[in-house]
Structures are given as C-alpha cells and as structure tokens.
C-alpha cells in the first residue's frame, strides 16, 4: 500500500488516540479534585486526626516494666492514654540531661489533661533501679502519676526501641559514655499506635527529635502539638 492511500488511516488512528487522551486526562483531573487519588503515605485508616496529617503507623508491642515507685507499667496500662516515650539511663554524660529536660517542658505543658503520660524507658536497667529512677525523677520534679521512669529486662527494652520505636540503642566501645541511643522522642495514640507528621520537607517522620541536633532544633513544639490534637480529638 502506498504512503498516499495510508494518509486517511493515520490521520483517523490520531484522532482516536486524542479523543481517549481527552477522556483519560478528564477523568484524572475528576478524580483528583474529589481527593480519590491515594496517597501512598497517608494512613489507611482515615479519622479526624489523620485530616490533621497525623501517620499511624505501627502498633507498640507488648512490653512490661517497672516504674520509679515499683509499679508495673505495660503497654495496656497505657491504653486509652496519649504518651511520649524515650529511652535514656540516668548516668548519661551527653544528651540525656537535655532531652528529659525538654521532655519535661513538653509534660509540664501537657499535666492539665488526664489522658496523657510520658514513658523514659532506662537501657541501662542493671544501675537504674526503681530507686535510682525515683532520684533522677525528682531532679526534673516529676509528677509520678504522670511521668513514668521505667526499668526492666535489658534485652526486651532493646528490642522494644529498635523493632517498636526504631529508635537506635546499644553499647558504647568508649567506657566514658557505656551507651548509646537516639534523641528521639515518639509519640503514641490511645490505642497503642505511634503517630507523626511531615517534616519541613514533606517526607512522613516516625519520631520526633528530642534534642538540637545538625543545626536543627527539637521538635518540642511541634510534638507538643500533635499530642494536644490526639487528646482533643
């Protein structure tokens, strides 16, 4: 077949091809404008929390501990309450002193709710007995009936931070410092499950940074927020 008689079949096959592209690019726009299109970050379980760009992601696992007053403490004991959580040991040289100083902001803040609590998890739980627990409580004033100082089995508060939190912890080659961990602080729901936001540069964040840390500066106020949103919802 000649180009000349293959002309009228090219010219009908580009006008099928625009009209589906017209029908396609229309239904796009349609489905976008009535927020159909799935964010792929965004939680599958929608309520008015997630509307305020709260993630749920996964739920805490099962732990049990002992408080600074010899209570045991457990992931149901926590239900039905907003809590923050970090993990620290009282003999710290580095960044412990400021972030249960800027928690305590945070829970001086947040005291007036009945609903909420927050959980400093020891990794050193062999120095940090209840008793030693009460003392460094009471350096920042903490209310026990709202501020738990934990301690427990040093292998499951590991795993706990690592596989629950994703938070890092182990111990230090530097006889000086003996541990590390992160500087993070993770907030939790009512039914057990960690919640977050977006950082500044759009990307989903896990937990919140306790500390100054690379120039940045900790997300007290922005925690502190996320965590009124939760207990008012």
């Known amino acids: ?25 229309t239904n796009i726009i349609d489905y976008v404008q009535k927020d159909k299109v799935v964010d792929s970050n965004r939680s599958e379980d929608r309520d008015p929390v997630a509307d305020k760009f709260l993630y749920k992601f996964n739920k805490v696992p099962d732990f049990e501990f002992v408080n600074q007053n010899g209570d045991t403490i457990t992931n149901e004991t926590l239900l039905g309450k907003v809590y923050i959580v970090d993990f620290f040991f009282t003999t710290c040289p580095t960044i412990c002193t400021p972030m249960s100083r800027n928690l305590s902001i945070v829970t001086e803040k947040l005291a007036k709710y009945d609903d909420y609590r927050s959980v400093s998890i020891s990794i050193d739980p062999e120095n940090d007995t209840p008793a030693v627990l009460k003392e460094y409580a009471a350096r920042y004033n903490a209310n026990d009936s709202i501020w738990h100082f934990l301690t427990g089995d040093k292998a499951a508060t590991y795993q706990l931070a690592r596989e629950g939190f994703s938070s890092f912890v182990g111990e230090s080659d530097d006889p000086a410092i003996r541990f590390e961990h992160s500087g993070n602080f993770a907030l939790v729901d009512q039914e057990g499950y960690i919640r977050s936001r977006k950082d500044a540069f759009g990307n989903w964040i896990k937990v919140y940074s306790g500390i100054e840390e690379n120039g940045f500066p900790a997300m007290i106020k922005e925690i502190t927020e996320d965590a009124e949103t939760l207990l008012n919802k």
């Not at 009228?8 to 580009?14: A, E, V």
């Open 1 to 25: 077949m000649s180009k000349e008689n293959n002309t009228p079949y090219y010219i009908g096959l580009g006008i099928i091809i625009l009209i589906f592209g017209y029908f396609a690019v």
